[in-house]
């Protein structure tokens, strides 16, 4: 992605800032979460939430 | 002449966060559950976006309760929405789709629908999989809530188990910026500073 941004310019240095920040951005799951991804959990079937 | 919005950021962030779902995916040992046979595999498990093939399988669904065909006009009319298709090989098991509120505060989870019938090869698997990668999604954008829109009856005991409890106002929702978040990123912290020392 970063290859197809002009470098040189002011704008395509900013969006290369912007396209490091993203992909270095740290993020981190919710232990709960975790242990339902190894657990599984009791779901109902089809539709869990929203509106029709 | 102004030039015309790509949202590219907006798509990156989609992108980074099912690519860190699956991250996340891959670094869990295998599931040894009660509710797992022995076909369940989490490496099988793919995340992609609403796209045509994930409309074109939803449409193989026998009585599914939205019609997921909207999303694709939700997509053009929002800018920083999170869609979502959970995938087992080439069985489309879930589809999710959440989108934040303008300060990005607040992320709602608009509709989460799992395949109909139960026989799937994700099944109980398709909650806490959709709320992963919205996780990712809020910390991507700096959303401080998720919250879930009309939450079944039967499932909101599932979403109690996954951190979420209903607020004074009645939503059912979880916050993000929690104690559990702050130590953890306090850990990574401490651990970096072992890691410079030894």
Redesign the interface.
């Known amino acids: 992605?970063k290859g197809l941004i002009d470098n040189k310019s002011a704008k395509g240095k900013k969006a290369i800032r912007?396209?490091d920040r993203?992909?270095t951005?740290?993020?981190?799951?919710?232990?709960?979460?975790?242990r339902?991804?190894?657990?599984?959990?009791?779901?109902?079937?089809?539709?869990?939430?929203?509106?029709? | 002449m102004p030039r015309p919005h790509t949202f590219l950021r907006y798509q990156l962030n989609r992108s980074k966060t099912r690519n860190l779902a699956s991250a996340t995916l891959a670094r869990l040992p295998t599931p040894q559950g009660q509710h797992v046979d022995s076909t369940f595999n989490l490496q099988r498990v793919r995340f992609e976006a609403i796209d045509g093939a994930a409309l074109n399988a939803y449409r193989t669904w026998e009585s599914s309760h939205f019609s997921w065909d909207d999303v694709v006009q939700w997509k053009a009319k929002e800018l920083m929405y999170f869609d979502l298709s959970i995938w087992s090989d080439r069985e489309l098991c879930g589809l999710c789709f959440a989108n934040p509120n303008h300060s990005r505060k607040r992320i709602r989870v608009v509709r989460l629908e799992a395949r109909p019938g139960g026989t799937h090869s994700l099944r109980g698997y398709i909650a806490p999989l959709a709320l992963m990668a919205v996780e990712h999604y809020a910390q991507i954008v700096g959303s401080k809530t998720i919250e879930i829109q009309e939450p079944v009856q039967g499932a909101v005991s599932t979403y109690e188990k996954l951190g979420f409890m209903f607020d004074a106002s009645g939503r059912l929702a979880k916050d993000l910026a929690c104690t559990w978040h702050q130590e953890i990123a306090q850990l990574m912290i401490n651990w970096r500073h072992y890691e410079r020392s030894h």
Do not use: F, S, Y
């Open positions: 992605m912007a396209l993203v992909n951005r740290q993020t981190v799951v919710d232990p709960r979460i975790v339902a991804l190894l657990e599984g959990v009791d779901e109902p079937q089809g539709v869990l939430a929203g509106r029709k």
